[in-house]
């Protein structure tokens, strides 16, 4: 890892967004720790995409401010890198994976182009497929070569939103899997926004969880899960069945279950 590559830390401070009447987002103040995976997950309508493109430099807020390795986000700051939702309109369907993956890195030496998108296209397991148009690859695959295309700028900070929400289960949990992988040996910082609660915990070192709007942080939540994870040996651990409980109690303003003599193991003890 260079210099440039270090990862960064995101600060979000007091964080709101007004339309007109509208007020989306209210007050969030949160942290992305540097070199960690973080997840933002809420209800529909929270806000979520909106406080994306705050973070990623393409809205500004109605107040408050966001760092990034702390200098104040003014427009799209060098050194992150997005990997959106719909893998369909973000590959050029006319280039071949190389072109669409190396497109980023257009105005650098041809050379260190070709170098960096086969580095990443092994990185997401693609080696050997750079002469595919998109059309001719699966949902997966043209959202592993999206995910190619933001490690080959050598993000500091990888922003995903909503990443595998268009594909099916299965490859939903490849994706997972490669995205934790990619984490693990290149320790960049990881943002993904979500609203699958089993994802969040899942990928998270913390979870950021938002309220119904206008949003609010209802709790940041770490997450200490062991590493490396497993969909099966991980997903059965009790920590994640009460984190997993825990995350969906807040979206649904649900109180925790009752403990002690109220209980229901309690009441079938007694």
């Known amino acids: 890892m260079t210099d440039n590559q270090i990862p960064a830390e995101l600060v979000m401070t007091g964080i709101a967004k007004v339309y007109g009447t509208n007020r989306a987002i209210d007050d969030i103040s949160a942290t992305v720790p540097a070199g960690q995976v973080t997840v933002i997950v809420g209800p529909s309508g929270a806000g979520k995409t909106t406080l994306l ?115 099916d289960a299965q490859t939903r949990a490849e994706l997972e899997d490669l995205l934790l992988t990619i984490q693990a040996t290149m320790k960049i910082t990881v943002l993904v926004v979500t609203h699958d609660i089993d994802e969040s915990v899942y990928l998270a070192d913390n979870i950021i969880v938002l309220s119904k709007a206008p949003s609010r942080v209802s709790e940041e939540i770490p997450v200490r899960l062991a590493r490396p994870r497993d969909q099966i040996t991980t997903k059965e651990d009790a920590e994640f069945i009460r984190l997993r409980a825990h995350v969906l109690r807040l979206l649904r303003n649900i109180p925790e279950a009752p403990t002690g003599a109220g209980s229901l193991a309690a009441k079938v003890t007694a």
Not at 77 to 93: E, I, K, N, T
Not at 117 to 139: F, Q
Request: charged share 25%.
């Open 53 to 167: 493109r705050i973070i990623c430099g393409l809205d500004a807020p109605t107040s408050g401010q966001v760092h990034f390795d702390g200098a104040p986000i003014d427009g799209v700051p060098d050194g992150l890198a997005m990997v959106f939702q719909d893998y369909s309109r973000s590959l050029f369907p006319w280039l071949r994976v190389e072109a669409n993956v190396g497109f980023p890195l257009r105005r650098i030496d041809k050379k260190l182009r070709r170098s960096r998108v086969m580095e990443a296209l092994e990185a997401v397991g693609l080696a050997g497929k750079e002469h595919l148009y998109p059309w001719e690859m699966s949902g997966g695959m043209q959202q592993r070569v999206a995910i190619a295309r933001a490690l080959a700028c050598h993000p500091r900070l990888l922003v995903m939103d909503e990443p595998y929400a268009s594909v």
